[in-house]
């Protein structure tokens, strides 16, 4: 009996070592062939039941979704503000002089100064002098704010 003991106790040590050995100049075993498929978990379906033994239950009424209340509404897209021809002489709109900004140090960007009436304007990339008065375009300064 003790060398029946003996030896199946010498071969529950033995195997698992010999399972991780390798020949030589091979590497680890490729990972897709160690992996094994996962268990089924889901509960087996139970057995058929004759039709008047089961119960009948009414379908419940599938209702559409709806947005969630926390979602944002789209924008609607902003107008898009007409392209005024930037030229010398040419007249401006006084909304079109308020809605831009007035160049309060015209020296700083070696901007010539401005007379009585006139002020300088920055129109995208340029500076625009115009009299107040009139709306002319004086002077044009292109690209100056690149």
């Given amino acids: 009996m003790k060398p029946l003991i003996l030896a199946t106790l010498a071969a529950v ?52 979704k709806r947005q969630s209340q926390s979602q944002p509404k789209p924008r609607p897209l902003a107008k898009a503000q007409p392209t005024v021809h930037l030229a010398v002489g040419t007249r401006l709109d006084s909304k079109f002089i308020a809605q831009h900004e007035t160049i309060r140090q015209p020296a700083r960007y070696r901007l010539a100064h401005t007379g009585a009436n006139t002020r300088w304007l920055r129109v995208r990339n340029d500076a625009v002098m115009v009299n107040l008065q009139t709306g002319r375009v004086l002077n044009i300064a292109y690209n100056l704010f690149r």
């Fill in 13 to 64: 040590i033995a195997l698992p070592q010999a399972a991780l050995a390798q020949p030589i100049g091979q590497g680890p075993a490729p990972v897709h062939a160690t992996q094994h498929k996962p268990l089924d978990t889901r509960a087996k379906a139970p057995a058929a039941q004759p039709a008047s033994a089961r119960k009948v239950t009414p379908k419940a009424q599938v209702q559409p």
